[in-house]
């Protein structure tokens, strides 16, 4: 299988503190290596969610004409620790859906499933109730 690798990067301390300064999660596991030494991770670990907006970022900068995302899905499958070499790759890509993945050294760490559509229903209720997407 064929992957088109979108972005690829090393995420180091400096990352994790400006993702910190920005979310508020100062978690000692992203941010002290020897309170991560403590911890089953071992080391300080990139925070999931800046991996996963990284992963977004590569994807619409790669398809910025994009059909509207109606749903998306994350599985966080392995630790990225600060300092590993990281790649976005397009595993998938249909009409329908396509699926994202970081991979470290080859072995996915993150897993993206994007379904492509208009996320909200065809009739306008008229209501003022947010809408809930999955």
Same mark, same amino acid.
């Given at each position: 299988m064929s992957l088109n690798v979108l972005a690829e990067r090393d995420? #180091? /301390?400096? *990352? !994790?503190e400006r993702f910190a300064a920005v979310c508020g999660d100062r978690n000692p &596991? %992203?941010?002290d290596p020897v309170a991560a030494r403590r911890t089953i991770a071992g080391f300080?670990?990139?925070?999931? &969610? %800046?991996? +996963?907006l990284w992963a977004l970022d590569s994807l619409f900068q790669y398809l910025p004409k994009l059909a509207p995302v109606a749903s998306i899905r994350v599985s966080f499958?392995?630790?990225i620790y #600060?300092? *590993? @070499?990281? !790649?976005v790759v397009l595993s998938h890509h249909d009409k329908q859906r +396509? $699926? #994202?993945?970081? +991979?470290?050294?080859? &072995? @996915? /760490?993150? $897993?993206l499933e994007v379904a492509l559509g208009d996320p909200r229903p065809n009739q306008d209720t008229g209501s003022n109730e947010p809408l809930l997407y999955t």
């Open positions: 995420f #180091v /301390a400096a *990352d !994790q &596991i %992203h941010m300080p670990v990139v925070h999931g &969610i %800046h991996a +996963l499958e392995k630790l #600060v300092g *590993d @070499r990281v !790649q +396509l $699926r #994202v993945e970081i +991979l470290i050294e080859g &072995i @996915r /760490a993150l $897993r």
